[in-house]
């Protein structure tokens, strides 16, 4: 392993090289607070108390498989004495709460180094992850959900990331249907995307207190999150080989139930920067984007970009302006130039982006994600294939196959389902191979029968019916509430006839007209059509009415056939 010009001589050495580049991230700058309590008057919360109730129904929830902090202390140990162990852990957890001071012991992690990307013997392509004391995330996991509740109201609704009803999903939904209506109507949307360096290791501990004073926490509550972020002692464990021991000056701990939390309060000052533009967020990944008619809407997002530059220097967090991009989203023949400067860099425009894993092209046709994911998905069969050679059971290599390579062919399908044939049959291509495969090396079928006799004898479903399913899965948790996105309910119409008709309604969800197919085919509108679809032909089918199981039941019922 190497880390700049050292390399590393022994498994010590080795921790110790993570050790340094882990704590290098950290940022040592004290910042001035900065205490603005903006409308937020009616938000209080000082103290939090735990029963012994909650405690008892948060240990059975534990995790018996988990790895020990630290402390040497297993969750299978805390959750086989659960009952005995819950009122001396009330005790505890309520004392510290009541004094403002997280216990010491707790805050020590275990730090595993975990692989990115890249040169795989350079320390700086890997992560940090966590390992934390048990109690102290039976702690945290008692905390977070009543401290999520109180910034749910403050946290930005563009934030798509460590939200109750939010997801991947939502927030490339969201965006994908807006850059639809744009295009359709022959406009040219430029985004930027911008990449934060160790955004969840440089959050400013003083900076963050701030935040949470200007949300309503306050009193011991207050105090104590400011002893939970102090001084956390870290040391980094590789192969049984421990390194130095380091405090990390700045961020909140990664693999934390309350980090994500403290984080997305942190960046939602961020917002209040953005003047001129639209803006998504998921975590620390931010996009910024607008419709470019003139030279005038180029102006506004560059001024929103150097106000979030300004915001960067004043909290201590970093752009990385290398892996930042512009891309313009169009059909235009000649789209308007344009560039923009970050941190004294121009971006880099690019014609394809990675977005949340999933690839979006300038002219929103999702051709290169289906290659990619094509591709991806063939590399993996073939793994599968070449190490299950002794395998008995089809079962198994179906479990395999759903988990490994199927996983990859439906992630965020929602967003980018092709709307053409030839697109299709390639994605379908992979489970044609692999049941052609199964069949081969199975009795009862052969491998030259058709792909639905092989995907009924092996209790399969083409990957296609799967993304119908999904689709209208989708659509039900939106007009359920269980997707908390007011944005995409309100992109959903509902047909309301001028007077009381005579025969039932056929289209319940209202589609508007499209001039191009990028509009009639983009997510919401490709997905209410398929619920027309259904409907009309499923007559006690109801999606205002059926449970989400009895739902799937109904639609995977008549998909079979």
């Not at 990115?116 to 959900?145: A, H, M, T």
């Not at 985004?191 to 290791?201: E, I, K, L, N």
Request: hydrophobic letters at 40%; aromatic letters at 10%.
């Amino acid at each position: 392993m190497t880390y700049g010009n050292e390399i590393a001589k022994s498994g010590t050495h080795t921790a110790n090289l993570f050790a340094d580049n882990f704590s290098s991230v950290f940022s040592t700058t004290i910042l001035p607070d900065t205490y603005n309590n903006p409308g937020h008057e009616s938000l209080h919360l000082s103290s939090i108390k735990i029963s012994e109730k909650e405690i008892v129904q948060a240990i059975k929830k534990l995790d018996i498989f988990k790895g020990a902090g630290l402390d040497e202390i297993p969750p299978i140990f805390i959750k086989r004495c659960g009952s005995a162990l819950a009122l001396p852990l009330s005790l505890i957890f309520n004392r510290s709460l009541n004094d403002g001071v997280f216990p010491v012991l707790w805050k020590k992690a275990k730090i595993v180094p975990i692989f990115k990307k890249g040169d795989r013997k350079d320390v700086k392509n890997y992560r940090p992850i966590s390992i934390l004391s048990c109690v102290s995330k039976l702690f945290e996991s008692l905390v977070c959900p009543i401290i999520t509740r109180h910034l749910d109201s403050v946290i930005s609704e563009n934030q798509h990331g460590f939200r109750k009803g939010r997801s991947v999903l939502t927030n490339l939904v969201s965006f994908t249907s807006y850059l639809s209506k744009e295009i359709d109507s022959g406009q040219q949307v430029d985004a930027v995307y911008m990449d934060f360096s160790s955004a969840f290791d440089k959050v400013c501990h003083s900076r963050l207190l701030c935040r949470l004073r200007e949300y309503g926490v306050d009193g011991s509550l207050l105090k104590w999150f400011e002893s939970y972020l102090a001084k956390r002692l870290q040391v980094v464990v590789l192969n049984g080989y421990v390194s130095r021991e380091y405090f990390a000056e700045s961020g909140v701990p990664q693999g934390s139930h309350l980090g994500p939390v403290l984080f997305s309060a942190f960046i939602n000052d961020i917002t209040l920067s953005i003047h001129n533009c639209r803006y998504s967020l998921f975590a620390d990944d931010l996009k910024l984007f607008r419709t470019v008619n003139s030279s005038m809407d180029i102006d506004l997002i560059q001024s929103d970009l150097s106000r979030i530059n300004k915001w960067c220097e004043a909290n201590g967090m970093v752009i990385n302006t290398k892996k930042s991009y512009h891309i313009k989203y169009t059909r235009k023949k000649n789209p308007l130039k344009s560039s923009y400067i970050l941190n004294l860099d121009t971006l880099q425009e690019v014609s394809e982006i990675r977005d949340l894993g999933v690839v979006m092209d300038a002219q929103l046709r999702f051709k290169a994600h289906i290659d990619t994911v094509v591709k991806q998905a063939a590399k993996m069969l073939g793994f599968l294939k070449r190490n299950t050679k002794g395998f008995v059971s089809p079962k198994t290599k179906i479990i395999l196959f759903n988990s490994l390579v199927r996983s990859k062919l439906e992630f965020a399908s929602v967003v980018w389902s092709p709307p053409f044939a030839t697109y299709s049959q390639r994605l379908e291509s992979i489970q044609r191979s692999f049941t052609r495969h199964l069949a081969f090396h199975s009795s009862g079928i052969s491998h030259k029968a058709t792909y639905d006799l092989r995907l009924k004898h092996f209790k399969m479903m083409s990957l296609y019916n799967r993304r119908l399913i999904l689709d209208i899965m989708f659509l039900k948790k939106i007009l359920s509430g269980d997707i908390s996105c007011s944005e995409l309910l309100s992109n959903i119409d509902i047909r309301v006839p001028y007077r009381y008709p005579r025969h039932p309604i056929r289209d319940i969800l209202y589609i508007p007209a499209s001039r191009t197919l990028v509009l009639k085919h983009s997510p919401l509108r490709r997905i209410c059509s398929e619920y027309n679809r259904f409907a009309a032909s499923v007559n006690d089918m109801d999606i205002f009415h059926d449970s989400g199981p009895s739902l799937k039941k109904k639609l995977t019922a008549h998909i079979c056939l």
